[in-house]
């Protein structure tokens, strides 16, 4: 089954504490993007990657770290640097011929 | 001003109704424009892209007008199936590449 796998679906961290959020795909797509999505506000921006070993910041880049050691895995360290880590988080892939992108399922992380 | 925005909504409409959303966004830079629909606590799936000329997609049409910068999307004969958030979403070329910048959306409610 080809798609975008994340897990896990639902995270509980206490405040403090770095978290890992999966991202895997296995439709040969290059570039691989992670969102957060909070109540009442568009997608935003967090990393982006479109060959393996390389990313770049997005728009909200701070308190966050990612690696692109495979063209499958894309994983996402949510730090405690990040003030406000509750959230949607999404991760996208696109292929290298058009500009859509396609969405795992999302990891709802809520830290307390 | 928000570099895509839409009218929140809800859209509370009878089944069988037509309705229209539009969109406006800031940057005369955008090169690709899509629609996407999401549902309740689930991730966004692309809904159709909308080309320069128009498209129509079964009950769906899209339309973009450069000039006024504002992309629409109609439905026909609603369906109860068609209550979701449909985010208007825009493409740009950046220096660090593609670039989609997401609106908040817009919430359609069918009713019988």
């Known amino acids: 089954d080809g798609g975008i796998t994340q897990s896990p679906k639902y995270l509980f961290r206490k405040e403090g504490q770095n978290v890992t959020l999966s991202c895997e795909q296995n439709?040969?797509?290059?570039?691989m993007y992670w969102y957060r999505q909070d109540p009442g506000q568009g997608l935003r921006l967090i990393y982006y990657?479109?060959?393996?070993?390389?990313?770049q910041k997005g728009d909200i880049a701070e308190g966050y770290s990612v690696s692109r050691e495979k063209k499958e895995s894309f994983p996402l360290t949510v730090t405690s640097a990040q003030k406000n880590p509750t959230a949607f988080y999404l991760c996208?892939?696109?292929?290298?011929?058009?500009?859509?992108?396609?969405f795992g399922p999302g990891t709802r992380l809520t830290v307390t | 001003r928000k570099e895509v925005e839409q009218d929140p909504g809800p859209f509370n409409v009878p089944e069988g109704a037509t309705v229209a959303f539009n969109c406006t966004y800031s940057?005369?830079?955008?090169?690709?424009f899509f629609w996407y629909r999401q549902d309740c606590r689930k991730e966004p799936k692309l809904l159709m892209s909308v080309y320069s000329s128009g498209n129509e997609d079964g009950r769906f049409t899209a339309q973009l007008n450069r000039a006024s910068q504002y992309i629409s999307l109609l439905i026909r004969d609603s369906k109860l199936s068609d209550s979701a958030t449909y985010l208007c979403v825009v493409n740009i070329l950046t220096g660090g590449g593609n670039k989609l910048t997401f609106g908040t959306g817009t919430q359609l409610k069918v009713e019988l």
């Open positions: 990657s479109q060959i393996v070993n390389d990313f």
């Open positions: 439709l040969n797509h290059d570039a």
């Open positions: 996208a892939t696109r292929t290298g011929y058009s500009y859509e992108q396609y």
């Open positions: 940057n005369s830079a955008s090169q690709s």
